[in-house]
């Protein structure tokens, strides 16, 4: 829905940034960018596309949900919702004015490490929506009736993603369980009782915390003069200044599991799901190019080995997945089935570890490895066919990856890839000390055995 | 505790006031607007009958192909729901000379994926590689439209998938609020039933029912074929002839279908509550008839949904952003090849369910009773016309729009004329269309949620609530409820 995805099982929404030429037949354009810092630390990334006459504007502030003050979870995402509301010179919804009113739409997401908000215009608006921007990162001026009304939404948003699906509670339970110190334990989304307790004061003390120009980043790609782009930046950005308070940053470390953890929840879905996280490195590290293959051979499509095995040959589960969800600090490996109708859970987990055992045991044949990467290619090519998607990619490189130019380099990564790298991570991460398992049953089958405990 | 936040809150505002410094209080005004324009898709028909499309944008590597047959769901004999999706999706489950597993492989490992189904009015396979690989791509998708085996191993499996995805799908208040919104709107007619069927329905669906459909209407003359992207025109139609010009024609004509309601028109004007005692949140529906892909009317019905809906529309404002009492409020006015549905929709804490009611039948009757305000109208027309254009700056996107002018028999031309017919639409138009096609008083209302939360005060203002328990709910029949003992 509009305005704010929340990522409940992925750490980042950003579509992934894998990328790889493989086939030489294939021209992967490469993304030619302009890297400028401003003198109160703004960052500005710019890669001018004439193909349509609209515009892509990206604000990356580098705070998210992990930054939720203590006792106020969801509350980056809170505040995200609040950005649209009034600053000193803009009403209330005027951001939609400046954007939806004239044919263009802005968003905005909150994921656990960044806050980020965007715009496509049509490109005569351009300079407006600079002005826009750095007005809202200039100070924020709501009232108590907005901020209410909004954190109402927000419950909302709440329910929908969260209550309302039958899974919805499954994936939140899915993060939370996963981290035992790292303020990722904290879905994005928060929780009510948070959300009820978050006040204006709140508002006014996150905003001069986090959005100062020293923590943004702003990505505009699409059609516009770099000249008269770089102008406007420095007239109304310019004079924003940095605080000379420093950035807090959570210094808190996961620490590595010692043993195997599981788990039994119970919710409204009618048929069971069972769900396995293992913990790895941080985005940057270097074995996230070979994860992120590992997932691809697991879930994508239906020649993966997890939809094969389970769903198509045993017709264990409904759904299989895997993601190789990353995140700035640490990340997880997320392998979940939904279950058919009338199988065991025990059987689900059961063909999981036999997935992962084969992962582990025999290097992957030269032709899954090549298909994998196409995947990875075609999927990369998908992402960059609108200006949106590759701000979008240029805006992850540079914020989570700490350097935009691996938006074009991390192609290389994921080529060099090797049928031993994919088997060395599988060892190295899928250690059954490293496993958390959480099985989701239906409510209905707890009442079931509760009666029949009680009868007899 | 409290005072200390206060102070905490003065120190920190300070920087925030140095930071105050934007130079400009009052937005730059827009420069001139930059112009666009669609490619022109060039096609031909085949002399089996087979109308190829091909359009040509270069900018990025990939193609998208998609194969439209000209009938889905709405060919589903009553007893049989879910024919034509089960039809579409076993495509790709087996071929004479590919099996599943062949086929999922063959088209990964080209970077691709194949997918298949069934909509209101077609069915559909498509292919979306890199453009290298299009002729590969093209081959299976021939070979999946015009082989297909159908094993019955292959039924029994997606049978199950499909009932363990209807499972899934009444888990949801949305989606079982959208299942009755058929019922209610269309009755017995062809599109009153889910699009993937019922419990009972797929239960009944054997191989011989599913060959019988393919054999049927999927045939060339009852087909279109769509290749856009990074492809020469001319390499598309040569793609075409090479795998689709010696699919035969068959001698028998085509069977003629309608959808349209029949004269024994369903009841309008009903409150139906669906009570599923669990739920998180109450999905609440206004649904009632639209009108059809081909109508006159067709841009005076964009143009009056779209002042309902999208973010700033007339339903979010008034239900998200006044109130607080949604994540979302939105209308679709779903045109068909026979009158398809019009639906405004928005779930809310199961508390609020008869409010948000209320506001929906008040909206929709309110842009009826006067005419938009022109400065409210502008605006609304510039989000159609940059969706619109946004949506066909991918390759997906671009083969979609195609595919539905050629579907319906419009002209292809129309993405280049879609502002001009947009923006012909005036304030009075939308208000005649609201009073002629979008009437309130004929609408029907369904909630689906904790019904003790909200029916009291529901039943206040609607004294003929129908209360429908989820565990006696049929989709199977206009009445929506299940037989019970002795009836």
Wanted: a neutral charge.
């Amino acid at each position: 829905m509009v305005r704010t995805s929340v990522r409940l099982l992925l750490s980042v929404v950003l579509l992934t940034t894998l990328q790889l030429a493989g086939i030489a037949q294939t021209r992967m354009p490469q993304l030619t960018f302009t890297d400028r810092t401003l003198p109160n630390g703004l960052r500005v990334l710019s890669a001018p596309d004439h193909s349509s006459p609209t515009v892509a504007i990206q604000v990356w502030y580098h705070v998210g949900s992990k930054d939720d003050p203590p006792n106020r979870s969801g509350f980056a995402h809170l505040f995200e919702h609040i950005m649209f509301k009034s600053t000193k010179n803009m009403k209330s919804e005027m951001m939609d004015r400046l954007t939806e009113d004239v044919g263009g739409f802005n968003n905005a997401f909150t994921a656990d490490d960044v806050t980020v908000y965007f715009e496509v215009i049509p490109s005569n608006y351009l300079e407006t929506l600079i002005w826009a921007e750095a007005d809202r990162l200039s100070g924020l001026n709501v009232d108590d009736a907005n901020f209410k009304s909004e954190r109402d939404v927000v419950k909302e948003e709440y329910r929908q993603s969260v209550l309302a699906p039958p899974y919805g509670m499954f994936a939140y339970l899915l993060q939370a369980k996963s981290f035992v110190e790292h303020p990722y334990k904290r879905p994005t989304i928060g929780s009510i009782q948070d959300l009820d307790a978050a006040s204006l004061q709140d508002v006014q003390e996150f905003h001069s915390t986090y959005y100062r120009p020293d923590n943004a980043t702003l990505v505009v790609v699409g059609d516009f003069d770099p000249k008269q782009l770089d102008a406007w930046v420095d007239k109304y950005f310019g004079p924003i200044a940095k605080p000379d308070r420093p950035l807090p940053r959570v210094q808190i470390k996961e620490p590595a599991r010692q043993k195997e953890t599981r788990f039994t929840e119970h919710g409204s879905n009618d048929l069971p799901a069972v769900g396995f996280t293992y913990l790895t490195p941080r985005q940057a590290d270097p074995d996230s190019a070979a994860l992120r293959i590992v997932d691809a051979i697991l879930s994508a499509g239906e020649s993966s080995r997890l939809y094969h095995a389970l769903v198509y040959t045993q017709q264990l589960a409904a759904e299989a997945d895997a993601d190789a969800e990353t995140r700035e600090d640490a990340s997880l490996f997320v392998l979940t089935a939904i279950l058919s109708e009338g199988k065991k859970p025990e059987d689900a987990e059961k063909s999981l570890l036999t997935e992962i055992k084969r992962l582990q045991d025999t290097p992957v044949s030269a032709a899954e490895l090549e298909k994998a990467k196409n995947q990875l290619i075609t999927e990369q090519l998908r992402q960059r066919e609108t200006s949106n998607g590759k701000a979008l990619a240029l805006g992850e490189a540079a914020v989570l990856l700490g350097d935009p130019a691996r938006v074009n380099t991390d192609l290389a990564r994921l080529q060099a890839v090797t049928a031993a790298d994919v088997q060395r991570v599988t060892k190295k991460y899928f250690d059954d000390k490293n496993l958390m398992v959480l099985y989701y049953l239906p409510q209905t089958q707890k009442q079931a055995q509760e009666k029949g405990g009680q009868g007899r | 505790m409290r005072r200390l936040w206060v102070l905490l809150l003065l120190l920190l505002c300070l920087p925030l006031l140095v930071n105050a410094q934007t130079p400009q209080a009052t937005p730059p005004p827009p420069a001139a607007p930059h112009s666009a324009a669609f490619p022109k898709p060039s096609e031909e028909t085949l002399p089996n009958g087979l109308r190829v499309i091909v359009i040509e944008r270069r900018e990025s590597p990939l193609v998208a192909a998609q194969l439209l047959i000209k009938n889905g769901g709405e060919v589903d004999p009553p007893e049989l729901a879910g024919l034509a999706d089960m039809t579409a999706s076993l495509l790709t489950k087996g071929t004479q000379t590919r099996d599943a597993t062949k086929i999922a492989e063959e088209i990964e490992s080209l970077g691709g994926s194949l997918e298949s189904g069934a909509r209101w009015d077609s069915s559909f396979a498509t292919v979306d590689v890199m453009s290298s690989k299009i002729p590969q791509a093209t081959e299976i998708l021939a070979d999946v439209v015009r082989h297909p085996t159908f094993k019955s191993e292959e039924v029994e499996r997606l049978r199950q998938q499909s009932l363990d995805n209807l499972t899934l799908m009444m888990g949801e208040p949305g989606s079982i609020a959208s299942f009755v919104a058929a019922r209610v709107v269309f009755g017995e007619s062809p599109y009153g039933h889910p699009l993937l069927g019922t419990t009972e329905s797929l239960t009944r669906i054997t191989a011989a029912d599913i060959a019988k459909l393919h054999g049927r209407y999927y045939r060339p003359d009852n087909a279109i074929l769509v290749l856009g992207g990074d492809i020469a025109a001319k390499d598309g139609l040569a793609l075409a002839t090479k795998y689709f010009g010696d699919w035969q024609k068959p001698s028998q004509p085509l069977p003629s279908v309608s959808a349209a309601l029949k004269d024994t028109s369903p009841k309008t004007g009903r409150i139906i509550v669906v009570d599923k005692p669990d739920a998180g949140q109450a999905a609440v529906y206004l649904a009632r008839t639209g009108i059809n892909r081909r109508d006159p009317d067709y841009f005076r019905g964009l143009v009056a949904n779209s002042v309902l809906s999208g973010y700033s529309g007339r339903l979010n404002q008034e239900i998200r952003i006044k109130r607080g009492l949604s994540y979302g409020a939105g209308s679709i006015l779903e045109t068909r090849r026979d009158v398809g549905p019009f639906v405004a929709q928005a779930q809310t804490k199961n508390e609020s369910g008869a409010q948000v009611a209320d506001l929906l039948l008040g909206e929709i009757g309110r842009l009826s009773s006067a005419p938009p305000a022109e400065a409210e109208l502008t605006p609304r027309k510039a989000v159609l016309i940059g969706t619109f254009s946004r949506n066909l700056e991918t390759v997906n996107g671009l083969v979609g729009q195609v595919g539905s002018l050629a579907l319906h028999g419009l002209s292809l031309d129309e993405i280049n004329r879609y502002i001009n017919n947009v923006q012909a639409v005036s304030t009075a138009d939308v208000q005649k269309f609201a009073g002629a096609r979008l009437d309130a008083k004929t609408s029907n209302i369904i909630i689906v949620g904790n019904a003790k939360l909200f029916l009291p005060e529901l039943q206040k203002k609607y004294p003929n609530v129908e209360v429908i328990p989820v565990s006696e709910l049929d989709l199977n029949t206009a009445t929506l409820r299940k037989k019970q003992p002795g009836q």
